[in-house]
C-alpha cells in the first residue's frame, strides 16, 4: 500500500468509510483478517491491529461462530489524524483490570470461536489489551501453552449431570454426548487435541476418570477401558474436526452448510446408475448429510459395538 500514515488506519479508514456509506450495515461482517491481508497486502499482524482499533472505536464487535460484525453506523464520516493513534474507547477489556491467564486465556477462547484457531496469536491478544505482546509471557509461557489452557478452560465448561447414569452404556452415552456439546460450542477445539500426544489437562484426565469408572463393573481390564476411551474420544472427536472448517466456510461465505448442498444438489443429481448406481439410489432419496446426524448414528452403532463384544456369547473358546 501507498500513502501516508501507519497501513492499519488507513485501512480502518477505508472499512470505516464502507460503514459510513452503508456498504456495510449493522450486522453485516467486516473483512477478517485473512480477508484484510489479502485484499490490503499487509501483514497480518497489521491485520489485527485493524480488527483491533475497530473494536476500541466502538465501530464492530465479535459475534462467535459468526465472526466480526458492524455494531454501530457513525452519523458522519470520520476525519481522523493518520499520524497518530486513534483516541480510543472504553472497552471492558480496558477497565482497568490487570491481564492475567484466565483473561488471556478467555479472549484467546472469544477469538478463536468467533474467527477460528487461526487468527489466535500473541499478538492478537496483546492487541485486544494494549499492552506489549512480551508481557503476555508472564502469564502463559508460549502459544502452545495458551492452547493447553484453553482445551482445559473449554472441557471445563462441560458441568455433567448428577447422579450419574446407571449402566456403563448410559454413561459413555452421557459422557460422548457432552464431549459433543462442548465442541460445538468451540468449533476449534476438536482439531486442537491431540490422540497420539495427549495434552495433559485437569479437565481432560477428569473426562478420562469418568469414562474408566463407567466400565468399573463389565469386567474389562484397565487397558482394555482405556482402549474404550480412546475408541469413544476418536470417534466423537472426528466427527467434531469437521465443525471449525464448516464455521470457518460459514464465516466467509455466509452460506451454512445446507444452502451449500441445495446449491449442489443439481450437480449431484447427475450422478449416472451405470456410475454408481447404489450412490445414484441415495441421492435421490434425498440424503441429508447432517453432522448431528452422523454423530447420533455413530454414537448409537459404537456402543452397541460395545455391548455385543462384552456378550459372554460374543467370545469363542481359548480367546
Do not use: C
Request: charged share 25%.
Amino acid at each position: 500500500m501507498s500513502g501516508p500514515g501507519p497501513a492499519y488506519l488507513r485501512i480502518v479508514e477505508e472499512i470505516r468509510t464502507r460503514i459510513t456509506v452503508g456498504e456495510l450495515r449493522q450486522g453485516d461482517r467486516i473483512p477478517s483478517a485473512r480477508q484484510i491481508r489479502q485484499e490490503w497486502g499487509v501483514a497480518i499482524a497489521t491485520a489485527t491491529k485493524v480488527h483491533a482499533t475497530l473494536r476500541q472505536e466502538g465501530l464492530t464487535r465479535v459475534v462467535p461462530g459468526t465472526g466480526t460484525v458492524v455494531a454501530a453506523v457513525p452519523a458522519a464520516p470520520a476525519s481522523p489524524d493518520t499520524t497518530a493513534p486513534p483516541r480510543r474507547r472504553a472497552t471492558t477489556r480496558e477497565s482497568g483490570r490487570p491481564v492475567s491467564r484466565q483473561r488471556i486465556v478467555r479472549a484467546a477462547i472469544e477469538i478463536a470461536d468467533a474467527e477460528g484457531m487461526a487468527e489466535v496469536s500473541m499478538r492478537r491478544i496483546a492487541s485486544e489489551f494494549s499492552v506489549a505482546t512480551m508481557s503476555l509471557y508472564r502469564h502463559v509461557a508460549s502459544k502452545d501453552d495458551l492452547i493447553v489452557h484453553m482445551i482445559d478452560a473449554a472441557l471445563g465448561e462441560q458441568a455433567f449431570p448428577t447422579p450419574v447414569p446407571e449402566g456403563w452404556r448410559a454413561g459413555l452415552e452421557q459422557i460422548g454426548r457432552a464431549v459433543w456439546a462442548v465442541f460445538n460450542r468451540h468449533p476449534w477445539l476438536a482439531p486442537a487435541m491431540s490422540i497420539t500426544r495427549p495434552q495433559p489437562t485437569p479437565n481432560a484426565v477428569a473426562v478420562t476418570d469418568r469414562v474408566l469408572h463407567a466400565l468399573e463393573d463389565t469386567g474389562l481390564g484397565m487397558e482394555d477401558r482405556l482402549y474404550v476411551h480412546l475408541m469413544l474420544f476418536t470417534f466423537v472427536r472426528g466427527v467434531a474436526t469437521a465443525l471449525e472448517p464448516e464455521a470457518e466456510a460459514r464465516r466467509e461465505t455466509g452460506i451454512t452448510d445446507r444452502q451449500w448442498t441445495n446449491s449442489q444438489e443439481a450437480l449431484l443429481r447427475q450422478v449416472s446408475p451405470a456410475e454408481s448406481p447404489l450412490l445414484h439410489m441415495a441421492l435421490q432419496d434425498d440424503f441429508d448429510l447432517d453432522l448431528a446426524k452422523l454423530f447420533e448414528f455413530g454414537l448409537t452403532r459404537l456402543l452397541d459395538g460395545i455391548e455385543a463384544h462384552l456378550r459372554p456369547a460374543a467370545f469363542t473358546p481359548g480367546r
